[in-house]
């Protein structure tokens, strides 16, 4: 279905339909899967996440994170874990199964996911930083990081099915269903190499790339934006 939008912004907007975005310009057309109306009717997109005027500023919607912010959690973060793993090196980890975690431990790594709010932050990263930190070895704080995404990925997709309506073509179903499985296998053998990797290496190499990536995306904000 087609909708032509109003001319209400002078550059480009992001606006969302059917719980996708989708970024237009002045009198384009956009092809959405999902829109209430007749068929080749005007409609008007009402949820406008970004706005942007003809000198490239963000007039309204979602406040856009400066490439600096996003650059400094990534290099400051990535130092933190060679920090951690100097510091941790050859010291006996408080605890080293999961089974042995308590309340209060788990409360106080679950905490730290509040840090991934910052652009930049990754939120498994800040975990096992949170972790280790507090005492649990390597393996437990990667394995624990990842019970903790189950809540908030499931959240989340609650969230985008309840915006998005509940209501699914048999075509729709099939393809959501399609890319759950494809995504829980591949999660699966993500989450096996890293737990293998883990009993042999620690997290220095991850470190060093987020410090590589952040000076890339320093450099390259500051060159071409």
Not at 34 to 62: F, P, Y
Not at 125 to 134: F, K, Q, V, W
């Amino acid at each position: 279905m087609r909708a032509r939008l109003r001319e209400v912004f002078s550059l480009y907007a992001v606006v969302e339909s059917g719980g996708k975005q989708y970024r237009v310009a002045p009198g384009q057309k956009v092809r959405v899967d999902r829109l209430e109306g007749e068929i080749g009717s005007e409609v008007r997109l009402d949820r406008v996440l970004v706005l942007v005027d003809d000198q490239n500023q963000l007039i309204a919607g979602t406040p856009v994170a400066k490439a600096v912010t996003i650059a400094a959690a990534l290099i400051f973060y990535g130092i933190i874990f060679i920090f951690i793993e100097n510091a941790n090196k050859n010291k006996p980890a408080r605890v080293d199964s999961v089974e042995k975690l308590d309340y209060k431990t788990a409360l106080l790594i679950g905490l730290f996911q509040v840090l991934s709010l910052i652009p930049g932050t990754s939120r498994s990263g800040i975990t096992i930083i949170g972790a280790i930190l507090i005492g649990t070895s390597r393996m437990v704080a990667a394995e624990f990081t990842f019970f903790l995404s189950i809540p908030v990925m499931f959240g989340q997709s609650l969230i985008k099915l309840y915006k998005f309506g509940f209501h699914f073509t048999s075509r729709e179903a099939a393809v959501l269903l399609v890319g759950m499985a494809v995504a829980f296998i591949v999660s699966m053998a993500s989450i096996r190499f890293l737990m293998n990797y883990v009993k042999k290496h620690d997290f220095k190499v991850f470190g060093w790339y987020r410090i590589v990536l952040g000076v890339i995306v320093l450099a390259y904000f500051l060159i071409f934006a």
